[in-house]
């Protein structure tokens, strides 16, 4: 049994979208829409309506993906000293 806060078992043959989704640390609705807008692989395998990855895909992936201010998502606007986050100029 998995322990509560722990990731899912990276030595699995096969991820489920509550795998991926509890990897990446999001929703599994927020892992059906990255699939659904083509932002991350295709399933390996689909089983019924089980769609399935590698885990060894979904972590190569994942560590390729853009990082905030790394040329993918905006990084967090800047505040001068104040913390009020208006530019004194």
């Known amino acids: 049994m998995m322990s509560v806060g ?3 078992d990276t030595t699995a043959e096969w991820w489920t979208t509550s795998d991926v989704a509890a ?3 999001v929703k599994v609705a927020t892992v059906s ?3 659904k807008r083509s932002q991350m692989p295709e399933p390996d ?3 019924g309506r089980t769609h ?3 885990p060894s895909r979904i972590v190569s992936w994942h560590e390729s993906r853009p990082r ?3 040329g993918g998502r905006p990084s967090p606007v800047n505040t001068d000293e104040s913390g009020s986050g208006v530019s004194s100029r």
């Open 45 to 47: 395998a689909t089983v």
């Open 23 to 25: 990897y990446l640390g």
């Open 33 to 35: 829409n990255y699939r």
């Open 6 to 8: 722990a990731g899912p």
């Open 68 to 70: 905030p201010g790394v």
């Open 52 to 54: 399935m990855w590698r």
